[in-house]
């Protein structure tokens, strides 16, 4: 019960899968349809029961009183604003809408653009032409850079766009290639091994 | 080695963005293969045409992905083509629908007509894959809840064979997504604008055909402005990120050059 | 007297027409075949017929069907002049409909091709088109099962030298002279991901040397399934070492599922405790490049390994060591030597030999002129 | 009350309570970002109930019990499989939920196989070759010939850096080291191209505080 069922589970709707993709017969067809649906219907608890995850972490942090256990107030207070003016009016309500546009986008734009600071402190610190192999990178990445902006091209007579075009056309897209080539096997035959019940560390451990 | 203070560091990126962006600095902007080939596509496509607009992108691309995806919904209100608005991420609907609804107001396009809003549905690929044979199927009705029978310009549009192109203005892996499972299942055409950190990994699908054409980041988005004829943010945040990259490079070149020197005194 | 100019003028013209209309022989569109569409749902029939002589009048066709005796209805619009095709998809399955091609001029005459045999739309249970894909995965599922049946029996499976490896032992020893931690993060990667799966089993061979040498091994998690597993595999590590003693749960502790969050809580660990190594091996997205960077500000030797492609110039940068790609999978095998990983890894270089072969021998044949590589290769839509 | 102007300087309070985490560490930025945290949650939550639960299984199933159509009890079997996942908060029955991330992975396998291989190993290699058709047909130029060449070469190459079951030695050992060239040139591209993104963010943020904020630029 515990590891055989989900071993045939996983099994049959991998095969199931396969072979819709094979046989074009109307049949086959509404089973992949139907099948599709079910993977978007399951997904949403998924989400739910991170939440709960979420939920436990933070009342235990507020129970031991951990450091900054105050802030997981502020988590609760986010997380149930959000979902009460969501749920009750809405996502298309403009209370809602108010709410994302002032305060979740801001802070998620924010958040990622701190890395143009991290990226200039590392560009000084830790870029270094240590070997012929991290030279390469770094002369395509000035390259890449300087191609990207029009002062490039007017610094260089528009060579650096066109350089820069080059690069991503030729070598770029070999090495992606070899890249994609060789994670696309490593993708198959892992999906290989989990069909065939190989591979069963997602399992977790346990009997 | 001198190891200044971060701090430094970053006071200086913040001058170089500021400093630029009071003084307004105009940079002249030429226009790579393959915007040109994205604008021509869009360009040759007759009046009454479908385009579907995937805005699978969250807040932390808005600055790549929305100038980009302003101008070409310009373009199609200006000649008459529909778009049918879509996302396969969760923290997209908002951003997207405040964004449609700003552009047509701008141009005059009527909803339900001109353009659609589906909204958001969860698992990216069961999605794309559903719309293959109906798009019904997966999007019973647009962002607003109206049912999708009720909308005019769906009455026509079934599936992918009455969609002229699909684009995709993406922030992650979705673009292989599309590729995967609507171009080579379903024979869709598509095109993409990518934030500039997945750039580099477009260019193998560019070159087999199996993308019509790219817009590279706020780089693209200025071209594509260029082209459309209508200069907006993407063409006043190109020149200032122009000053940034410089001190970026700048810091490389002095950093290493600091090695170097370091490298030779110890030997 | 004009009357009979008129007349003569009208029957001289009709005359002309159906001259002309001779002359140029608006012939019936010939070889009219119609057959269920193949490899569909049966959802269609494919009617072909063959293309107009070049001047012979015709200015476009109208596909006409009907069921068995009933009335002729026409399908579809008004086919341009050159158009030899046609795909009815408006049929009911188990139907049969007999089709007729009529070919118009642009004086509007119009010529009926004869009428077909009835089709019926038929389901198809295979795709012929996609044979030679089916016969690939079958090929290569084949190859990596029996890699792993054979390196199960028992049989020795080389593994070449993977560079940043030899580093592992040099980065532990250093933390033991030093008296200081290790910092592993198995990245922000879920159970199922293969590179978490690789970095688990990498860590459970680091576990064991840490174990040896009593050096202290801190993993800060960010998914709680994962910590489960993490702390499993140390705890064995450490048990089969004999040092159940020197293992310490909570060295091995959640921090948060928020990617920001985990990133400063990390970052705050290396600023904190400056371990004297640090290894990043797992799934990471933008906040490689904070970690790595703190890293390298505190002096940590650091081994990275990832397969997220965006994050790899980061790594490469800031870290002395980075596993590329692959390669994380292939260290995982490389260290633990489990007939699984090593049998599918060598299964996957079969696969790369077949794609070498094939790109070869295509470049040869593309250049003598023979496209059938490329043929076989073509999409199937 | 001028709702767009409140937002206007809470979006500004937040993005530079954000900010001042590189002076360093401070209440303002963990405010934030346990606020950010909560807040995209809800967000998630909220959007996956009304575009995700209530059309894909609410809406057929509630067909189904009026009568309107009996298929959508169907709809019965994922919503089970959905609720296995809270066998995870009780202990003694952790084990259920490998039934669901069973079925979600068996499915993913499946739907993965056939298309990976088209899409990128299919489509990839034929892409690879189809310029040498060029070349025999004689359309391409001398230039367009050089780097059809390249690609090969450099396909080959990486391919050889990631082969793992021979000693890199002798021309192996020559072809790898010409693949990990290949490879950090397209390392670097990624570099020089995530730069742009990154700092296209910040320029947007700074955009936002002096332009729609503080109203400096017109």
Not at chain 4, 70 to 83: E, S
Request: proline share 4%; with cysteine.
């Amino acid at each position: 019960m515990k590891r055989q069922v989900p071993l045939v589970l996983c099994f049959v709707f991998g095969i199931v899968m396969i072979f819709t993709q094979f046989s074009p017969h109307s049949f086959s067809q509404w089973t992949y349809q139907e099948v599709i649906s079910w993977a978007l219907i399951i997904g949403p608890f998924a989400l739910v029961l991170a939440t709960v995850t979420l939920i436990q972490t933070h009342t235990a942090r507020i129970r031991r009183r951990t450091e900054h256990w105050q802030y997981s107030f502020v988590v609760f207070a986010g997380l149930i604003i959000m979902v009460l003016i969501g749920i009750f009016l809405k996502p298309q309500n403009p209370m809602f809408e108010w709410l994302y546009n002032n305060v979740q986008l801001p802070m998620d734009a924010t958040m990622f653009s701190l890395l143009a600071f991290f990226i200039a402190s590392a560009a000084y610190r830790a870029f270094r032409a240590r070997t012929f192999e991290a030279s390469l990178l770094l002369i395509t990445a000035l390259i890449v850079m300087m191609g990207n902006v029009p002062i490039g091209d007017l610094l260089s007579n528009d060579t650096a766009s066109k350089a820069r075009q080059w690069i991503l056309d030729n070598p770029n897209l070999s090495a992606r290639r070899g890249i994609i080539l060789g994670v696309s096997l490593g993708v198959i035959s892992q999906s290989i091994r989990i069909i065939l019940g190989i591979e069963r560390s997602y399992l977790g451990g346990g009997d | 080695m001198p190891n200044i203070d971060r701090r430094i560091v970053f006071i200086l990126v913040a001058l170089a963005v500021i400093i630029p962006m009071l003084l307004s600095v105009n940079l002249p902007v030429s226009v790579s293969e393959p915007t040109q080939k994205f604008y021509d596509y869009v360009e040759a496509l007759p009046a009454g045409s479908t385009i579907m607009v995937a805005f699978d992108y969250g807040p932390s691309s808005l600055a790549e992905l929305n100038p980009m995806a302003k101008a070409l919904l310009k373009q199609c209100f200006d000649s008459d083509i529909r778009v049918i608005g879509i996302t396969l991420v969760v923290d997209a609907p908002t951003l997207a629908s405040a964004l449609i609804q700003e552009v047509a107001a701008e141009k005059g396009a009527v909803e339900g007509e001109d353009y659609v809003f589906l909204g958001f549905r969860p698992g990216a690929v069961q999605v794309i894959l559903g719309m293959g044979t109906d798009i019904a199927s997966v999007y019973d009705t647009d962002y607003n809840g109206t049912a999708i029978g009720e909308i005019p310009m769906m009455q026509n549009i079934t599936n992918y064979d009455q969609i002229d192109l699909l684009v995709d203005f993406a922030s992650s892996d979705t673009v292989e997504s599309w590729i995967i499972y609507a171009n080579v299942q379903y024979n869709q055409q598509i095109a993409a604008g990518v934030t500039g950190v997945i750039i580099a990994q477009m260019f193998p699908y560019l070159q087999t055909g199996q993308l019509v054409g790219l817009l590279s980041g706020i780089l693209g988005a200025a071209e594509y402005e260029n082209l459309v004829g209508a200069p907006a943010k993407g063409m006043k945040w190109i020149n200032v990120e122009s000053f940034v990259h410089l001190l970026i490079v700048g810091l490389v070149i002095i950093g290493n050059i600091t090695y170097f020197i370091h490298r030779t005194r110890e030997e | 007297m004009i009357k009979i100019i008129q007349w003569l003028a009208i029957c001289l013209v009709l005359c002309l027409s159906v001259g002309t209309a001779f002359s140029q022989g608006l012939a019936p569109p010939s070889n009219v075949t119609a057959v269920d569409t193949p490899n569909d749902d049966g959802s269609s029939i494919t009617i072909t017929w063959d293309a107009a002589v070049e001047g012979g009048g015709i200015s476009g066709y109208q596909i006409l069907r009907r069921i068995a005796d009933g009335e002729l209805e026409a399908v579809g619009d008004l086919l341009p002049v050159g158009t030899t095709t046609y795909v009815d998809s408006g049929i009911e399955q188990g139907t049969a409909y007999a089709y007729i091609v009529r070919a118009l001029s642009e004086t509007e005459a119009t010529v009926d091709s004869e009428q077909t045999a009835p089709v019926e739309g038929k389901d198809e249970w295979f795709h012929t088109g996609k044979i030679p894909l089916f016969i690939t995965m079958l090929l290569f599922s084949a190859a990596i099962v029996w890699n792993i049946y054979s390196a199960r029996s028992g049989k020795e499976l080389f593994v070449r030298r993977i560079p940043g490896l030899e580093a592992v032992d040099e980065a532990i020893g250093r933390a033991t002279e030093m008296g200081r931690s290790i910092l592993y993060s198995t990245g922000l990667g879920g159970v199922s991901g293969v590179a978490t799966i690789a970095s688990m089993t990498i860590l459970g061979q680091v576990a064991r040397r840490t174990a040896d040498y009593e050096t202290v091994l801190r993993v800060p998690c960010r998914d709680p399934i994962v910590l489960n597993v993490v702390r499993e595999m140390v705890k064995t590590a450490y048990l089969e070492e004999g040092r159940p003693d020197a293992y310490n749960e909570d060295d091995i502790f959640f921090i948060t599922e928020s990617q920001f969050a985990y990133a400063a809580g990390v970052e705050g660990m290396m600023l904190r405790e400056k371990p004297a190594a640090i290894f990043l091996q797992g799934t990471f997205y933008a906040e490689s490049l904070i970690l790595a960077e703190t890293g390298n500000s505190v002096g940590a030797i650091q081994i990275a390994g990832t397969d997220s492609e965006h994050q790899l110039p980061f790594f490469i940068a800031a870290c002395d060591y980075t596993l590329i790609g692959e390669e994380l999978y292939a260290a995982s095998a490389y260290l633990s030597r489990e007939p699984m990983l090593l049998g599918s890894l060598r299964g996957q270089d079969w696969g790369k030999i077949l794609i070498f072969t094939a790109i070869v021998l295509g470049v040869v044949l593309e250049l003598s002129g023979v496209s059938w590589i490329t043929m076989l290769l073509q999409r199937v839509s | 009350m001028d709702w767009n102007l409140i937002g206007i300087w809470v979006a500004a309070f937040l993005t530079l309570s954000i900010y001042s985490v590189l002076y360093r560490d401070n209440p303002f930025y963990r405010f934030a970002e346990h606020l950010f945290v909560g807040v995209s949650v809800g967000y998630g939550i909220v959007l996956s109930i009304y575009q995700g639960f209530i059309p894909f299984a609410w809406n057929p199933f509630f067909a189904a019990v009026t009568g309107e159509s009996a298929i959508g009890f169907i709809k019965l079997i994922p919503i089970c499989i959905g609720l296995l996942f809270f066998a995870r908060l009780s202990p003694r029955h952790t084990w259920l939920i490998r039934y669901p991330i069973a079925i979600l992975i068996g499915f993913g396998a499946g739907v993965a196989i056939p298309n990976v291989l088209r899409a990128n190993i299919f489509e990839q290699t034929r892409g690879t070759i189809a310029p040498f058709a060029e070349i025999a047909a004689g359309t391409l130029s001398g230039w367009g010939i050089f780097e059809a060449v390249l690609m090969v070469v450099g396909v080959i190459c990486t391919l050889t850096y990631f082969f793992f079951s021979v000693e890199h030695r002798g021309p192996v050992k020559w072809l790898s080291k010409v693949g990990i060239a290949f490879l950090m040139i397209g390392f670097g591209s990624a570099f020089g191209n995530t730069v742009m993104g990154r700092v296209a963010l910040l320029i947007q943020r700074v955009d936002f505080l002096l332009n729609d904020w503080l109203n400096i630029i017109s």
